[in-house]
DNA sequence: AGCTGGAGCCCTAACTTCGCA
DNA sequence: ATGCGAAGTTAGGGCTCCAGC
């Protein structure tokens, strides 16, 4: 490969010319500016990332980790970070734990701090997981929660907390006086919004909570919980996510239980096949794309000082046909 | 930071003996040996991964590009190659793309090439963004396509024949004789090889291939396939996605047809949904995890000329309430 | 065999020099 | 002389590799 030195010696010019033109100097001047601009054409030359961040000591890297099954909500965010990144100039590096509990984390951590990445991400971190990453020793560079900061940590989220308002509502509007949640994990923060948000809908609409049963974000769990639900005698259910929302209603049918006719069902998330699901699913639609670009805001504002991101906007309901006013 | 000279004086050892002892040189003596690791756990010592690329040539670093919406095989495919990779002492420098067209894949592989990552694979390549890689200039590093290899490209791919033929045999072994396909889009290399496997296997039985209808992999357009499915007088329809799968249930439903009663319906991918579709999927499952790995194995094999992977396991028929004799 | 010393990888940052109003 | 804009020069950054001892 052609180093800087090649560069100048074609163009005629001090390595440290090649440099700042490379950096869009203004103060080189446009004859010696075209000179560099085409010998760094004709020689294809590319700068070493390398031996740049061994120079400037800044790497323009950025670390990601990833936790936990590929559902769509995290993984569509981490592709949003990652278009945004690669917009703005930053090299990702990425880290996929496959221990939900944190295990691999501090292996991971250090793969991306002998990286010298200048900052890390952590989507869908499970509470083990925001456990095992404040016990990292020297923590020297910012590390960035998606779905929300807290324990010492910067964190983006989406206003989780109203659009659990909004598919709350939506049933009380309906008429329902027996609402039930299918609450996430404890301890995840989206989880807790989640919950936070139907109980002040539900107070709002002077309706004592229904029964709150606890699945782990998965298909399976949903479907594991209907019988509780059905006992507790809830007529609307609203679920903490699209995939438990599916499992409910596989098994709200095998039961013989008609939605929406006999139970309403709302989701969260509004995942590509929610509109397909039997019968369609009402659901809350997220931006994750927005709150990928979110991220990358925020990094920038840790590592650069720049100003902070604007408010995300709110995720809305999404009207299909898995909910009707109670018989 | 510390850096290799700080370790050597504290060990009193040249920076030479540190560096050997680092990457597992047998040649440095015990006594020696052990006053380096303990200088380099007290000063917490972590080469600089900038100036071991600069000085070794080799950066350690492979970079894989995404394309498309975050279905749950690619993903899985990507975290499974991820794991690997990080076991391996590799990092993973990730670039998603947007457009699943392709233009923004300069962009990504120049950003690749400036960090000089040693290969690239790629991660659910549509068929134009295998035309755009082919038009990258000086391809220098191995590029390995996840789903199949040609064109030029070393590729690793699932046993996607064997498993469509696994399918399609289930059908004509419960009688029906008009088995159709509901098939990826054109040019895919999965679409193709699922088609095959179903031809093959229809062949075999001595049956006649039933309409064909080709969707794009989404849950919306198995939806939009299902009226001319229904008309060709499809008494099965092998469908080479579950999201497809689950658009087709959806409006076999709506218009009043009993799978599997009426049709029966069979899924590829076993995505961890499909077990609570309405009816049950009968579907095929794919160890993407192990895909992972084995690109990993393809990219060893091509950087460092070792061994060729083991073959993978083939997928396998996951038999559930979506498939019966035809009436 | 077991260890040390120095050169070199490719850049950037800081300083220096040059030329001209 | 004075100052400033536009270039060049020099010194590392932290490691590996290749002689040497």
């Given at each position: 490969m052609a180093t800087i030195f090649d560069v100048a010696r074609a163009a005629q010019v001090s390595h440290q010319t090649v440099s700042r033109v490379l950096k869009g100097?203004?103060?080189?001047g446009a004859p010696l500016r075209e000179r560099v601009e085409q010998a760094v054409r004709e020689l294809r030359y590319r700068p070493s990332a390398a031996a740049r961040a061994l120079a400037?000591?800044?790497?323009r890297t950025l670390g990601m980790i990833t936790v936990g099954q590929p559902y769509y909500g995290p993984s569509s965010t981490a592709q949003g970070f990652n278009a945004a990144a690669r917009g703005a100039g930053w090299d990702v590096s990425i880290e996929a734990l496959e221990d939900p509990d944190g295990a691999d984390l501090p292996e991971a951590v250090a793969a991306l701090r002998s990286r010298d990445v200048q900052a890390v991400v952590v989507v869908a971190p499970t509470p083990e997981v925001r456990a095992a990453t404040l016990q990292?020793?020297?923590?020297?560079v910012p590390f960035v929660m998606a779905g929300g900061g807290d324990d010492g940590f910067a964190g983006v989220a989406l206003d989780q907390r109203a659009g659990a308002v909004a598919a709350t509502r939506h049933l009380t509007d309906l008429g329902h006086r027996r609402v039930a949640l299918l609450a996430?994990?404890?301890?995840w923060a989206d989880a807790a919004d989640r919950e936070d948000g139907w109980r002040a809908a539900l107070a709002e609409a002077g309706v004592e909570p229904g029964p709150l049963v606890r699945g782990d974000w998965s298909a399976a769990s949903g479907a594991a919980a209907a019988e509780a639900l059905r006992d507790a005698g809830a007529t609307a259910v609203f679920c903490a996510n699209d995939q438990m929302a599916l499992g409910l209603l596989h098994a709200l049918h095998r039961s013989g239980?008609?939605?929406?006719?006999d139970v309403s069902v709302v989701g969260f998330?509004?995942?590509?096949e929610a509109a397909f699901f039997t019968p369609a699913l009402t659901t809350v639609g997220q931006d994750f794309a927005a709150l990928g670009r979110a991220l990358l805001g925020e990094v920038e504002r840790l590592v650069a000082g720049g100003e902070t991101p604007p408010a995300l906007a709110a995720p809305r309901l999404v009207v299909r046909d898995s909910t009707a006013p109670p018989r």
């Open positions: 100097d203004p103060t080189v400037s000591r800044r790497t990292v020793p020297d923590r020297d996430g994990p404890a301890h239980l008609r939605v929406p006719e998330d509004d995942i590509p």
